[in-house]
């Protein structure tokens, strides 16, 4: 399914990419990209010869009846993993399971560090909870990705894309291996997320906003909840 859904997606769309070379033809790799749309997950894996896996909520392969089973059968058919958001970190030690898993096998996984979609367009401060736990426990090499225009094919809400040409731009490998097994140290974490995403930045040109995308949703959503209150205020003092 991986194949032909890929084949579509480059038909359809003749998406560019620079920096293909980058990616390593075999052996194990972990995707850092940043993240602005649904088909972020799809237009990438479309343009490599090799399977990406990513995580995904593991809702999307537990939903019931007809439409439940189709999505599963998509998800899976594109490499993506269900990761249980239960318990007390969440995803967030589910997603270092899984993606030490994929590493293992030598295979790439594909991880989105800001941990949401941008709610702007801009590109949000980096988690340290799946990237650089995942690197600093295998010794892996990180490869920045920055996907161009994404959100532009598929804005949050929207079901039917927009066919126009999106751009892939793939950076050098980058070496954390001198960190391995520091995966509990903080600061090391930090270090090396921030790394990543100056590099995610480079390459995307994207405006770089020091606050997780997670708290510019809440404040974007409260600020469009104040607006609305205040518009019916207005209305009626009319």
């Known amino acids: 399914m991986k194949f032909s859904i890929g084949g579509t997606l480059k038909?359809?769309?003749?998406?560019?990419?620079?920096?293909?070379?980058?990616?390593?033809a075999e052996g194990p790799a972990i995707l850092a990209s940043n993240h602005l749309s649904f088909s972020d997950s799809f237009f990438l894996p479309a343009v490599l010869d090799r399977k990406v896996t990513f995580i995904a909520k593991a809702e999307y392969f537990t939903s019931p009846g007809v439409k439940g089973r189709l999505t599963a059968a998509f998800f899976k058919?594109?490499?993506?993993?269900?990761?249980?958001?239960?318990?007390?970190?969440?995803?967030?030690?589910a997603a270092v399971r899984s993606g030490i898993e994929v590493i293992r096998r030598g295979e790439l996984f594909g991880i989105?560090?800001?941990?949401?979609?941008s709610p702007d367009g801009r590109l949000y401060r980096g988690k340290t909870g799946g990237l650089a736990r995942v690197a600093l426990a295998t010794g892996a090499p990180v490869i920045p990705i920055a996907m161009i225009d994404t959100e532009k094919i598929q804005p949050p809400g929207k079901v039917v894309p927009k066919l126009m040409r999106p751009g892939i731009r793939i950076g050098k490998p980058l070496d954390f291996s001198r960190y391995q097994g520091m995966d509990n140290d903080r600061f090391i974490l930090r270090s090396v997320t921030d790394e990543v995403m100056y590099e995610i930045m480079k390459l995307s040109g994207q405006e770089y906003v020091d606050v997780y995308a997670t708290v510019a949703k809440r404040r974007i959503a409260e600020a469009e909840k104040a607006a609305k209150a205040?518009?019916?205020?207005?209305n009626k003092a009319d």
Do not use: H, K
């Open 77 to 93: 058919g594109v490499g993506q993993l269900p990761v249980d958001r239960s318990g007390a970190r969440g995803a967030g030690d």
């Open 230 to 234: 205040a518009g019916r205020t207005e």
């Open 11 to 24: 038909l359809a769309f003749r998406p560019w990419v620079e920096g293909l070379e980058n990616v390593p």
């Open 112 to 117: 989105y560090p800001e941990g949401t979609r």
